[in-house]
Every structure is written in structure tokens, then in C-alpha cells.
């Protein structure tokens, strides 16, 4: 069973993510490695602060091993703001980083806005698991208990990964668009769950 986290629980789950983020193609095509690990811990905990408020932050146990953000897509509209992005992540990041981060992000989004889902369609925003605690469930347990629960809701998400697109497939989720962002070799899948009948 799932744990619902508050914002006082986040430094556990914001640590999770980023480590599992790490080597995911999405920031280590934004953000050098040196700085990574400290850039990604402020984005997931602002993302997390802004979304916990609009969805759920959820971990498989106290100690945070595995962590999934939920919102709507409604109400996670493009995330964080941008000021409170740049003003944490000034001096921790280069300024081509930044811009770099924002345009990829912005390609992400515009693939999530051409498939024109309804408002309160669930989006799986974040998942991730330590490194050394994949390959135990941990990922399909915290997805398969929120699917469960919202049979009867569309279920959204994207991956920037073709492995983890299998890895949901199985889960019921079906491929809806594929988009390949040239300039920065970013490609993303996007894949929604369907209410079940």
C-alpha cells in the first residue's frame, strides 16, 4: 500500500527522484553532470511543492524508495512557474542550460497539448526508484494501485525512454504519439490508459 506524502516528507522523494532521473535523457541532455544531481533535487522538489497542492505525491514507504507525482492535466497546466524555477536554479545551472531545459521542456509540452486530452484526464506527472531498488515492483506497485482506484479515468503520461514505453504498455497503456525534437535529440512517447468499460 501506497503512502501519501505532505510537503514536510518531500527531502526523502526529491532525493528519490533525482537519482532516478539522473541518466534519464530528458536532463542529461539539459544539465552537465556535475551539477545534475543538486539541479534535479531543487526542479523535483519544486515540481513536487507546486503539484502536491493539484494532485498527490505518493511513495511506497516511509523511506521513500519509490516516488509517483499524480495530478490532472488540468491542474498541472505546465508545472512550476518559470520565476520560481530560474530563481532557485540561478548560479546552480548555466544560462544555456536553462534555456536548453526550458526548450526541451516546452517540445514535451507541445506534444501533450496536440493530443487535446480533457482537463481532468489523471497525469502520471513523475515516477521514479533508487537505482539500487529497481527491478522489485516498486514502479508497477504505485501505478497499479492509482489505476485501480481510477478504472474508470483516462490516465495520461509521456517518457523520453523507449524502454519504460514497453514497461507501461504492459501496464495497459497504449502509444498515441511518438515525437522526435531534432535540435536536441530528445524523443518522447505518449501513452494514455483508457476507462476501462
Not at 75 to 103: D, H, Q, T
Not at 115 to 142: F, W
Request: proline residues 4%.
Amino acid at each position: 500500500m501506497t503512502i501519501t506524502l505532505n510537503l514536510h516528507d518531500l527531502e526523502k522523494a526529491q532525493k528519490t527522484l533525482a537519482c532516478a532521473f539522473f541518466n534519464y535523457p530528458f536532463p542529461s541532455l539539459s544539465i552537465a553532470e556535475p551539477r545534475r544531481m543538486r539541479c534535479l533535487e531543487i526542479l523535483f522538489r519544486l515540481e513536487m511543492e507546486y503539484l502536491i497542492k493539484r494532485g498527490t505525491v505518493e511513495a511506497d514507504s516511509a523511506e521513500c524508495a519509490g516516488v509517483v507525482v499524480w495530478s490532472t492535466i488540468g491542474a498541472a497546466g505546465s508545472g512550476a512557474p518559470a520565476v520560481s524555477l530560474i530563481r532557485r536554479l540561478f548560479g546552480k545551472m548555466k544560462i544555456s542550460e536553462m534555456i536548453n531545459l526550458a526548450k526541451n521542456s516546452s517540445a514535451v509540452e507541445k506534444g501533450r497539448k496536440s493530443l487535446n486530452l480533457p482537463d481532468d484526464t489523471l497525469y502520471l506527472y513523475a515516477i521514479g526508484v533508487l537505482p539500487e531498488m529497481q527491478g522489485r515492483g516498486i514502479a508497477s506497485k504505485l501505478i497499479q494501485e492509482k489505476l485501480s482506484e481510477c478504472a474508470k479515468q483516462t490516465v495520461y503520461l509521456e517518457t523520453n525512454t523507449e524502454h519504460n514505453c514497453r514497461f507501461y504498455q504492459k501496464l495497459g497503456f497504449e502509444l498515441i504519439l511518438k515525437t522526435y525534437y531534432q535540435k536536441n535529440d530528445l524523443t518522447t512517447w505518449y501513452l494514455v490508459k483508457y476507462p476501462e468499460l
